[in-house]
Each structure stands twice: as C-alpha cells, then as structure tokens.
T-cell receptor, first 116, second 111 residues
Framework: GAGVSQSPSNKVTEKGKDVELRCDPISGHTALYWYRQSLGQGLEFLIYFQGNSAPDKSGLPSDRFSAERTGGSVSTLTIQRTQQEDSAVYLC??????????????FGEGSRLTVL | SQKIEQNSEALNIQEGKTATLTCNYTNYSPAYLQWYRQDPGRGPVFLLLIRENEKEKRKERLKVTFDTTLKQSLFHITASQPADSATYLCALLNQGGKLIFGQGTELSVKP
C-alpha cells in the first residue's frame, strides 16, 4: 500500500502481559516516529528513528517501553508488563527526511490498545 | 515550562462562516508550525506548514498565520462546510528536533 500501515488495529490484553505493535512506514521514508494519544488528548511523543542514527528515546514513559526499527524499515513498539494506564491509541508516522529538513508527517491509522 | 495550547472547547459554527482556531505556545522558538486534521478513529492528516519567517500561508479555503512575537498561530477555514468538521491539531518543531502537538480543537460545522 501507499500509506503507513499499522497492526494490529485493535488489541485487548490483560494487565501484566506484553504487547507488540507493528508499523510499516512508507517506502523510502527515512524517519519514523511513534506517538501515543489518550482519549481526548493530544499526541504524546514516544520515540524517533532517523536513518542509521541512534533513536531519540526521550519520550518513552518507562523502561517497560522499547522500540526497534529493523533494516531501516519496519518498526516494532513493545510494551512489557502492561498497565491500565498504557491504554491509548499508538500512532506511527513516517517522513521522507528528518523534521529539520522536511516537515510533513504521514500517520498510520493507529493501534488501539486496551489493557483490562 | 514549555506549553503548546489550543482551545479545548469545541468550536460550533454555521455552514458558510469562517472558522478560526488558535494555537498559542510558550517557551518555544519553533522553526516552523504545522496544522493537522484528525477525524474520529483515524490518524492525523497534514494540512499546512508555516515557517518562522512567514507571516501567512494559504491553501484553497485554508489560511494560517504565524506571529512569533505573540507566539501564536491562527488557522482559518473560509466558507466552512459540514465536511470540515473534525479535530484540528497544531504542532511545532522544538529545538530538540521533535514535533510537539497541541491537544487539538474540535470543530463542528452545522448545515
């Protein structure tokens, strides 16, 4: 497809379980971002990958959160030992270049996580 | 502290009128500011970018202004239509190179 693809679109899990969320960016986009959006809230920055540089992890809320990007393409966001406050929509976005060069982010439709 | 603020109250206007949404920020010196549209259950979609050296940018019925002295951007939709109903998010590039979003303002255009 031409857009950013995220899976699963919906995930319901029990407190304490681990979850993995996947993002497939637009082909050729070097930059990839993860944001979190809680109900009625704005987007909270989580992590940013730019090419082969070390990722900017400054937005990850705790060490239960981690992300990797393999081969400069697909990214996986992992949340270990999920808590109810992790319930949110996790949005992935990609851009052709880094934000300092070009600004437009292309977002996926998000993965809605519900922790019971 | 650094803040980016949008009016949290929903904006309700009549079809055909101009909608004006506000984005204020404090303790940032952004190189640019962006506006996105978000429909329920969907990801945000980019609309416009305005740089710090630009006062105004237009695209079809959309107009964005950027006042770095007031630390404010205004987003206008002229001749509004019910299809313009959505949540509109502003975002700015902070000095750390991250795009920081406001909480969004919901716009409802009534026929």
């Amino acid at each position: 497809g031409a857009g950013v693809s995220q899976s699963p679109s919906n995930k319901v899990t029990e407190k304490g379980k681990d979850v993995e969320l996947r993002c497939d960016p637009i082909s050729g986009h070097t930059a990839l971002y993860w944001y979190r959006q809680s109900l009625g809230q704005g987007l909270e920055f989580l992590i940013y990958f730019q090419g082969n540089s070390a990722p900017d992890k400054s937005g990850l809320p705790s060490d239960r959160f981690s992300a990797e990007r393999t081969g400069g393409s697909v990214s996986t966001l992992t949340i270990q030992r999920t808590q109810q406050e992790d319930s949110a929509v996790y949005l992935c976005a990609s851009s052709l270049e880094g934000l300092r060069v070009s600004g437009e982010l292309f977002f996926g439709e998000g993965s809605r996580l519900t922790v019971l | 502290s650094q803040k980016i603020e949008q009016n949290s109250e929903a904006l309700n206007i009549q079809e055909g009128k101009t909608a004006t949404l506000t984005c204020n920020y404090t303790n940032y010196s952004p190189a640019y500011l962006q506006w996105y549209r978000q429909d329920p259950g969907r990801g945000p979609v980019f609309l416009l970018l305005i740089r710090e050296n630009e006062k105004e940018k237009r695209k079809e019925r959309l107009k964005v202004t950027f006042d770095t002295t007031l630390k404010q951007s205004l987003f206008h939709i002229t001749a509004s239509q019910p299809a313009d109903s959505a949540t509109y998010l502003c975002a700015l590039l902070n000095q750390g190179g991250k795009l920081i979003f406001g909480q969004g303002t919901e716009l409802s255009v009534k026929p």
